[in-house]
């Protein structure tokens, strides 16, 4: 008996389990003539007014507790054909996306219902759709395909889209123009650069399970910044999500080269792993400052020396020893997000909570060479040996309230922890100074962002007005404490040559004794903080000539950025004799240790430059007019003006002096006197003519741009755009400042000369949409540049130096493909099977006349850091039942200038290199589980940078020709990643 009422409770327990499984229907309603979303549209399932919604200010729906299996979908609007959609599956506990198109009704006196079959569309495709109704070019990728790939972070994740990749790892590079070319955007706020030493955005420190969707802007708008010429790049978080949702994954990866073999490293601080010092390498809060510790070096008397030991102890407090563990680990990661949806009545508040942190090593090594500028023959000539810990941890925190489908307002909150602990090991020969060198650097640098922005949308009335605001601040903290430099060598003869030291001595320590060699017992501190605040506003206006709907769009947009840079060069004297035995210990912990300040052979100095602290400040205004014309049915133009007001500014010692103060009772006190000096620019926006390098006047005060978009039927696109842009100097490309770069051997320095670049830019693309994220795209462009800003390599004494300059003008023509499409046209089985590619050809000349420390081998040349070529390629196959994913990904660039030469010291190169991805992926637990095997860089091609060999005629790289400046091996990784979803 009482087996039957257990039989009978477990049986009602199903059946009620099974009654209570349900899903969501999510999508966006739109007119299908104009692309524009539809707000106020119902829609309703099964004619069930229960689960009936209207569709909020963006055309967005979401319609919860559906009962599983399928459906009918019927889509109403004032003045438009009703749409039924039949057969809509509802999957248990999973969201179906549709995307509805609305015809006008231009009969009005009677009720046309048009039935369709749809399937089920994810974000994926909703990429093709925001494209194909974008007021601009544009491409993206969708968080679906990101997860299909390898990629850990938005960096890696560019490298995918249609005209772009990647430099160094995180800069990128759009249509093949360099990263300074580019805009970085987070949703609508402008992110600044994340460099003390470049105009460029670390994109390494997104890590991607936080985004939904990456979308290149690739055309001007008077609503959109107008600082870029490449693209506009928009990183875009969630805010409510369709339904609440729990994700977690963790992963595993494997190096080949580094996991479980030894690995070099020191001792830093107990919070590394966390991505941040916890002030163990950081002065202490109460050291003399620059101006202090200069003071201190003037006094007379032994006191000056007893306060220099006595500050040198305070901070040589940890150990300069490289550390060997046994085994280096796995890389690992973890990720973990979570979202929830509250719809009740007329309100929807919805949040997204993401954190994500990895921790990764990694060795590689490399050789660095130098060729002397008169007769070619080498400089010096090392290898190189990097180990490098990794990581990367965030914190997104998103909110939203959507108000009777007409308010909507957004609370988005990102913070980002990047850091690299990387210990470099150098040793190779100088034929210049004829010795054997053995060089280290510690070096641990960290980036933080914090992002915070609060943005409203409205809509007013039957007229539909639009009115949209935000503001916010970005905080960004750069952090290198304590990088420790020293190097021992010992002198180098050979009877081949070039061949191996046969000198036998041993290798002595390289002290330093008053001098500024920043790779002798120096330590380097530095610190960025930039604070940018941010504010917009803009009011969409619809009205109607005849019977089209036009709109006319006003707004404001400022940014004030505030930033504060200080770099130390600190060192340690050695007082002991030349002759000393010490010099001659191996172990580096046993010269710079507290014993030797006390007995007097350590003493601290400082060497200060005037460059080495500056203050900046950026100011923009800008206020534009932007109308949307529709002219005819098939043809829409967007047009209008834009002005910008921008104000830069710069302060910095421009010389240290000194002050002598009488002092009757002993020697005079000399004080340090340091002269600022500021650095101002004013420009406004539009063309303009230069009379000479300090004086530039306007020509025309507006920022013009026309986006013309003609509909050749309901699949196909024929778009024309021009505008006009600029790109303005960074603080750091005119800050004096002079940093060290110990991995390329390198000095790099800003020019106070440099203007801003004006550009043109014209572009023609077809757009051919074939339907369930398919489409096929061609574009072609045409930029020309006005006083281009590009990184000048010159020579300067024995150290390399680069500098920024201007080159005159530079012209830019190239070509666009992009192909989505799986094979359905070979069998209904292999719809699940895409092949994807997109292919940009870039050709660009500068003109080289009148440039200051132009290349003399060079009669032409491309600009800077413009790639001639760029490939990427998949393969993707989803099993739709059995859920098995298999994902291929290809990319490659063309060789591209990294640096421009002067005379006698030809450009530097960066050679291409193929990068090979694979994945594997399968479902289980009901399609609550995933585990995803992944190998990255298959080829594993070196990283080489390259002089030509006859820099006029080939610039190809020629193994055994080039003369090879930098090469860095690389190496595969293999991922092993398990995901859950609730």
Not at 602 to 629: C, G, R, W
Not at 718 to 744: C, G, H, I, N, T
């Amino acid at each position: 008996m009482k087996g039957k009422k257990i039989a009978s409770l477990l049986l009602s327990f199903i059946a009620i389990s099974a009654f209570a499984q349900t899903g969501v229907i999510s999508g966006k309603v739109v007119d299908s003539k104009s692309g524009e979303t539809l707000m106020g549209a119902t829609v309703a399932v099964d004619d069930n007014s229960a689960l009936a919604v209207a569709t909020d200010l963006d055309g967005n729906f979401t319609i919860s507790k559906i009962p599983v299996g399928k459906h009918k979908v019927k889509i109403r609007y004032v003045g438009y054909q009703e749409k039924e959609q039949a057969d809509v599956d509802v999957k248990p506990n999973d969201v179906t996306n549709l995307y509805v198109a609305l015809m006008e009704d231009a009969v009005m006196m009677q009720e046309a219902v048009i039935t369709a079959t749809v399937t089920k569309r994810d974000n994926e495709s909703a990429i093709f759709v925001m494209q194909r109704n974008s007021t601009v070019i544009q491409s993206g990728i969708s968080n679906e395909e990101m997860k299909r790939s390898p990629d850990k972070s938005s960096g890696e994740v560019i490298r995918r889209v249609s005209g772009a990749t990647i430099q160094d790892g995180k800069f990128a590079v759009i249509r093949g123009l360099a990263d300074r070319y580019n805009m970085a955007m987070l949703g609508n706020t402008v992110l600044p650069s994340t460099e003390p030493d470049r105009k460029a955005f670390a994109f390494d420190v997104f890590p991607s399970n936080i985004l939904d969707n990456i979308i290149i802007m690739k055309t001007g708008q008077p609503n959109l910044p107008s600082e870029w010429a490449g693209g506009i790049i928009q990183l875009n978080t969630r805010d409510i999500p369709e339904k609440s949702f729990f994700n977690v994954t963790y992963g595993i990866g494997f190096t080949e080269n580094t996991t479980f073999k030894p690995f070099n490293t020191y001792d830093g601080s107990k919070t590394d792993w966390l991505g941040f010092d916890n002030k163990t390498r950081k002065l202490p809060s109460d050291f003399p400052g620059i101006v202090d510790l200069n003071d201190v070096k003037l006094t007379y008397g032994p006191a000056k020396d007893s306060t220099l030991t006595s500050l040198g102890k305070r901070i040589q407090t940890s150990s300069w020893k490289v550390r060997q563990q046994k085994l280096a680990r796995p890389n690992q990661s973890l990720q973990m997000s979570g979202g929830f949806a509250v719809r009740k009545k007329d309100v929807q508040i919805g949040g997204v909570f993401a954190m994500s942190y990895s921790n990764s090593l990694r060795y590689t090594q490399g050789e660095r060479t130098r060729y002397d500028a008169a007769d070619k023959a080498l400089y010096y000539d090392y290898n190189d040996d990097f180990y490098n810990n990794s990581v990367t941890a965030a914190l997104l925190a998103n909110i939203g309230v959507v108000i009777k489908n007409n308010h909507k307002i957004s609370f988005k909150n990102l913070y980002t922890v990047n850091s690299d602990k990387t210990t470099y090991l150098r040793d190779g020969v100088s034929y210049f100074s004829a010795t054997e060198q053995n060089r280290t650097s510690l070096e641990f640098v960290s980036s933080r962002v914090l992002s915070s922005n609060l943005g409203g949308e409205h809509v007013f009335g039957k007229q539909e007005i639009k009115w949209k605001w935000s503001g916010g601040l970005t905080w960004i903290n750069r952090d290198q404490p304590q990088t420790m430099r020293y190097s021992y060598e010992k002198p180098y003869n050979s009877s081949t040559g070039f061949g191996a030291n046969e000198n036998t001595s041993p290798f002595i320590y390289q002290a330093q004794n008053g001098g500024s060699d920043p790779k002798l017992s120096a330590m380097f501190y530095s610190q960025l903080q930039e604070k940018v605040y941010n504010a917009s506003t803009d009011l969409g206006i619809p009205f109607k000539i005849g019977d089209k709907k036009q709109v006319v769009t006003v707004g404001y947009w400022f940014q004030q950025r505030q930033r504060s840079f200080e770099a130390r060069n600190l060192f340690f004297d050695y007082r002991g004799s030349s002759s000393d035995s010490l010099l001659r210990d191996r172990d580096v912990d046993n010269i710079i240790n507290q014993a030797n300040f006390d007995n007097g052979k350590l003493i601290l100095n400082q060497v200060a430059f005037p460059t080495d602290v500056y203050t900046a400040k950026s100011t923009t205004h800008a206020a534009y007019v932007m109308m949307e014309n529709t002219i005819t049915d098939r043809f829409k133009a967007v047009w209008g003006f834009r002005f910008e007001a921008f104000e830069q500014s710069l302060t910095s010692p421009t010389k240290i002096g000194f002050e002598v103060i009488d002092n009757p009772d002993g020697p005079p006190t000399i004080k340090t006197s340091m002269e600022d000096s500021t650095y101002f620019k004013k420009y406004y926006s539009g063309a303009y003519y230069q009379n000479s390098p300090s004086t530039v006047k306007s020509r025309f005060p507006l920022l013009p741009s026309v986006n013309l978009i003609y509909k050749l039927n309901e699949r196909m696109n024929l778009r024309a755009s021009y505008s006009q842009s600029m790109s303005r100097p960074e603080f750091r490309e005119v800050s004096q400042f002079l940093y060290y770069d110990f991995v390329r051997d390198a000095n790099l320095i800003g020019n106070l000369n440099l203007n801003q670049t004006f550009i043109h830019n014209a572009d023609l693309r077809y757009e051919f949409f074939l339907g369930k994220g398919q489409a096929i795209n061609a574009s072609v462009f045409y930029k020309n540049f006005t006083n281009t800003i590009e990184l000048t390599a010159m020579a300067a004494g024995g150290v390399q130096q680069f500098v920024y300059s201007n080159a005159q003008s530079a012209n830019l023509v190239g070509v666009e493909l992009e192909v989505r499409k799986n094979f359905d046209f070979i069998s209904k089985k292999l719809e699940d099977l895409t092949f994807v590619a997109n292919m940009a050809y870039i050709y660009s000349r500068v003109n080289l006349n009148n440039v200051k420390n132009n290349a003399g081998e060079e009669k032409k040349r491309a600009m800077q850091g413009q790639s001639p070529y760029i490939v990427n390629l998949g393969l993707s196959y989803l099993h739709p039942k059995v859920g098995t994913g298999v994902t291929l990904l290809y990319n490659q660039v063309g060789q591209r200038l990294y640096a421009v030469g002067e005379v006698g010291n030809p450009s530097w190169y960066e050679n291409w290199r193929p990068l090979l991805d694979l994945q594997i992926s399968q479902k289980f637990w009901k399609d609550k589980g995933m585990i995803r095997f992944t190998i990255s860089d298959l080829i594993a091609k070196k990283t080489i940078f390259y002089q030509n060999d006859k820099p006029d005629s080939q610039r190809q790289y020629q193994a055994g020709k080039d003369a090879v400046v930098q090469s860095i091996n690389n190496y595969r990784t293999y991922t092993l990643q398990l995901s859950f979803n609730f």
